[in-house]
């Protein structure tokens, strides 16, 4: 199994320029988690998918944050337009169970820099 | 607004030695509290906790929930340098919403 995929592994890039991150889940995991993870505040869930239907996305921070699950094996998560303070490692994670699962697989993630 | 505090936030030991972490949490409708070791990659998995005074083990480590109290402590006895890593605290309460700890940065000296 090649557990969850993040792609790319890092972007560095400017501000004002959208930035798109990929996720491809663990094959037959119906839901699918993006998380940030800052110095300042640690790791935070943004939004989770059941069924490639967004469940609750109010940890997005504002509305240059958006996430799309087309289909089961592909979630983006777009920020546009990107500002340093996105700067993060962001985490993608897949499960069979939801929230109250145990077994929540992370991605490798992607270290986002924003200059 | 749900939080969950971890202590201490960075810890240094020598090998052999035995450590607790705390975590500390204010949720509404509690769920589970999870806890996940963090290396310099993605987050695993170690334990959930759903009851008050039931231990779960695994190897060295372990852990127990004190619903009451609403805290949960990560024991790790005869530490390893494999050990460091940072330790998260995870809680999941009402509207099934995860919040995590900032983290224990642990580090144990050969």
């Known amino acids: 199994d090649a557990g969850v995929i993040q792609s790319p592994r890092h972007e560095v890039t400017e501000m004002g320029q959208e930035v798109t991150l990929r996720c491809k889940p663990i094959?037959?995991?119906?839901?699918l988690f993006w998380y940030r993870q800052t110095m300042m505040r640690g790791l935070e869930l943004l939004i989770y998918?059941?069924?490639?239907?967004?469940?609750?996305d109010s940890g997005m921070p504002e509305d240059r944050f958006s996430a799309k699950m087309p289909n089961a094996s592909f979630s983006t998560l777009k920020i546009q337009p990107s500002e340093p303070r996105d700067s993060a490692v962001y985490f993608c994670?897949?499960?069979?169970?939801?929230?109250?699962?145990?077994?929540?697989?992370f991605g490798p993630g992607t270290r986002l820099t924003v200059l | 607004e749900d939080k969950v505090v971890q202590s201490p936030l960075s810890l240094v030991v020598h090998e052999g030695d035995t450590v607790t972490l705390n975590c500390s949490y204010e949720?509404?409708?509690?769920?589970?509290l999870l806890w996940y070791k963090q290396e310099k990659k993605a987050p695993t998995f170690l334990f959930m906790l759903?009851?008050?005074?039931i231990e779960k083990k695994s190897g060295r480590l372990s852990s127990i929930l004190d619903k009451k109290e609403l805290f949960s402590i990560l024991n790790i006895t005869a530490t390893q340098t494999g050990d460091s890593a940072i330790y998260l605290c995870?809680?999941?309460?009402?509207?099934?919403?995860?919040?995590f700890g900032k983290g224990t940065k642990l580090t144990v000296n050969p």
């Open positions: 994670a897949s499960s069979s169970g939801g929230l109250l699962t145990d077994t929540q697989y």
């Open positions: 094959s037959g995991h119906d839901y």
């Open positions: 998918f059941n069924n490639n239907v967004p469940i609750d």
């Open positions: 949720v509404t409708n509690f769920r589970s």
């Open positions: 759903t009851s008050s005074g």
């Open positions: 995870a809680v999941e309460g009402g509207s099934e919403k995860l919040v």
